[in-house]
């Protein structure tokens, strides 16, 4: 009996079918709701800037849906969600102007707002990803497409007022969060062959997760490595181990080179000292030649 419930709750969240066949969809009020929690928190920057009413619902938008515009523009599949779902446009709207018009009333909800962010942020990595496998694109295009759907909003954000993009700076593991997700997806919908609601929920948790543990022991993404001095290290050991070896056979071959020196100087003397006798000889026998000479005379 157990071993049949085992076997009926597998074939339920498994599916023989390829990822790409059917596109993972979410019900329209939790698309609205990752919108509206996107929107929010780029109309709070604005208002925060002290940008004027227009400022802060564009900021809204450009966060809320710049992801999916972003992941629409790179893949050209002529299928822009912002565009075939207009209730976006209006959900984000709403969501700019209440920031503008009731800022306290928002901002008091910070904490509800974050944690909605990091689940729509796990969201936004499943739905990017799945929409480049459905169309046919590589796995890796897929983790890529993911990874700009959920934070490409605020990358664009963060370009409008002239700031670096925060996923690009040091900080607790928030775009790593998302790339973990759309692998978790991607593996789970695809060689797993997991339902994708099911593969979607495990991105949510995965996102979470990572997304938590940073921020609970503090973990932050590198900014500054240099791998120069420990690639070079082996080099720089065999580099050594050269110079020692060639030491020590300029050790070992130097009393040799030594007395060929010696052997070479005594030769030079030797030439040296015949060639002045030499001298000498021709000089006494040109004293000896010239009173003759006088006699002669």
């Not at 990752?34 to 709070?44: K, P, W």
């Not at 030079?268 to 040109?286: D, F, I, T, V």
């Amino acid at each position: 009996m157990d071993a049949s419930l085992a076997i009926d709750l597998l074939s339920s969240i498994t599916t023989s079918a390829d990822p790409e066949v059917v596109a993972a969809s979410i019900p329209l009020w939790m698309e609205m709701l990752a919108t509206v929690v996107g929107s929010i928190c780029g109309a709070l920057v604005g208002r925060e800037l002290k940008l004027d009413y227009l400022g802060v619902v564009a900021l809204g938008l450009i966060t809320g849906l710049g992801g999916g515009l972003l992941r629409d523009m790179i893949l050209q599949v002529h299928n822009v969600y912002m565009i075939d779902q207009p209730m976006a446009i209006v959900a984000s709207i709403a969501a700019g102007s209440a920031v503008f018009l009731f800022p306290g009333v928002i901002a008091n909800q910070n904490r509800i707002i974050n944690a909605l962010d990091i689940i729509v942020l796990g969201l936004f990595s499943a739905l990017g990803a799945d929409k480049a496998v459905v169309y046919g694109f590589d796995p890796l295009v897929g983790v890529i497409m993911g990874f700009l759907t959920a934070v490409g909003g605020g990358m664009l954000r963060d370009v409008f007022i002239g700031q670096t993009p925060g996923c690009f700076k040091r900080g607790n593991l928030y775009a790593t969060a998302a790339i973990a997700g759309s692998v978790t997806f991607l593996l789970l919908s695809g060689p797993a062959h997991i339902v994708k609601m099911v593969a979607m929920a495990a991105c949510v948790v995965v996102t979470i997760a990572v997304r938590f543990i940073s921020l609970k022991f503090d973990i932050q993404s590198p900014d500054d490595i240099d791998l120069g001095p420990v690639v070079a290290k082996p080099f720089k050991k065999v580099g050594d181990a050269l110079s020692r070896q060639t030491t020590e056979y300029a050790t070992r071959t130097n009393p040799l080179i030594e007395e060929r020196r010696r052997r070479v100087e005594q030769e030079l003397e030797e030439y040296q000292r015949r060639a002045e006798e030499l001298s000498e000889r021709e000089a006494l026998r040109g004293k000896l030649r010239r009173p003759r000479r006088a006699r002669d005379r």
